[in-house]
């Protein structure tokens, strides 16, 4: 029982022994979390990780924005020097033609020059075809072109439509060279044959003024050659006036038809005295001195030469274009000086 007792009395030491500790300890305050502050910490980190990759994100775009837009400016500036340099190609290409047509332009118009004018003519439309594609590369070229190639651009340019210039009055110009070049020729010739069946119609005449009868047969049958040397002579001034519309050779066409009338008078003449019809020779021989002394007053109004109709002519159908073909061809030229200064610059 005593032990029993003091077991008992033991424990109770202990545990009162322990009460009055818990007793006599101040408890010790927890710290808890707020679920609330955790939750807007969370949402704060989590809002600032999303602001650096957006600002991330954007620093990106613009580094491949820019990365781009220079890829595209090198690009661009590439193309445009590449298109200045075939606009060059272009211009030096059409330069063949414009040379040619130059010294056929400048040339003194006689016969030989026509076939080279007609060539030259040719090569017109393709040269500004070459003149106009440079012009358009060059306008599509100088927006993205390096500030170096501006100038060479622009006297480019300058040099391309000066040319376009000179070619467009070139073309009236070679045209008119071609009609009068293949006119001079038989224009001449022909009338020098008409000239010189006046010669035989001179002799003609004196023949028959022999007023014998085998004088007479001589008269008839110089006339006769007359006429054939102005039917020749017809047809050369005919073919000037098909080769160059423009030129009026109708004066002296009509010159040859009087005169071949008046041989026609002197043959029937001739024709009339060999028949023993001496009245009627004197007749015609009469009709026949009237109409020489209106073919002399007609001769006085003819021009001084087919060569003076055809420079009148000429100078009506290409005398102005002339003028503005050598201006375009001094602005040209200029233009050139200023393209070689600009594309080989003093170092």
Do not use: H
Request: with cysteine.
């Amino acid at each position: 029982m005593d032990n029993g007792e003091n077991l008992s009395g033991g424990q109770q030491e202990s545990d009162s022994s322990a009460a009055e500790e818990a007793v006599s300890a101040p408890e010790r305050p927890v710290r808890r979390r707020s679920r609330s502050r955790s939750k807007a910490r969370v949402e704060r980190n989590s809002k600032r990780r999303w602001l650096f990759a957006l600002l991330a994100f954007v620093i990106l775009v613009g580094v491949c924005v820019g990365g781009y837009l220079a890829y595209q400016q090198i690009t661009a500036r590439r193309v445009a020097s590449e298109n200045l340099d075939q606009a060059i190609t272009l211009v030096e290409r059409a330069d063949s033609a414009v040379l040619e047509i130059d010294e056929v332009v400048r040339a003194e118009v006689d016969a030989e020059l026509a076939n080279r004018a007609a060539e030259a003519l040719a090569d017109v439309p393709d040269a500004v075809a070459d003149l106009e594609e440079a012009l358009s590369l060059i306008n599509k070229a100088t927006p993205d072109l390096a500030e170096d190639r501006i100038a060479e651009a622009e006297a480019l340019e300058g040099s391309a439509d000066a040319r376009l210039t000179m070619l467009e009055y070139a073309e009236v110009i070679l045209d008119a060279n071609v009609k009068a070049a293949n006119s001079i020729g038989p224009a001449n010739e022909g009338w020098d044959q008409v000239l010189a069946a006046e010669k035989t119609a001179d002799a003609a005449v004196a023949e028959y003024n022999k007023l014998t009868t085998e004088a007479v047969k001589k008269s008839k049958e110089l006339s006769t050659k007359a006429s054939g040397e102005i039917e020749s002579g017809k047809t050369k001034l005919q073919e000037a006036q098909d080769a160059f519309a423009e030129a009026d050779f109708g004066p002296f066409i009509a010159y040859a038809d009087a005169k071949l009338a008046v041989l026609e008078l002197s043959r029937k003449a001739d024709d009339a005295f060999l028949g023993g019809e001496k009245e009627e020779a004197n007749k015609i021989s009469n009709q026949y001195n009237d109409a020489e002394k209106k073919l002399v007053e007609q001769a006085k109004q003819l021009p001084s030469s087919p060569n003076a109709v055809i420079a009148e002519a000429y100078e009506s159908l290409a005398g102005s274009a002339t003028i503005d073909y050598f201006d375009a061809r001094e602005k040209a030229t200029e233009a050139d000086a200023v393209l070689i200064k600009v594309s080989k610059p003093e170092e």
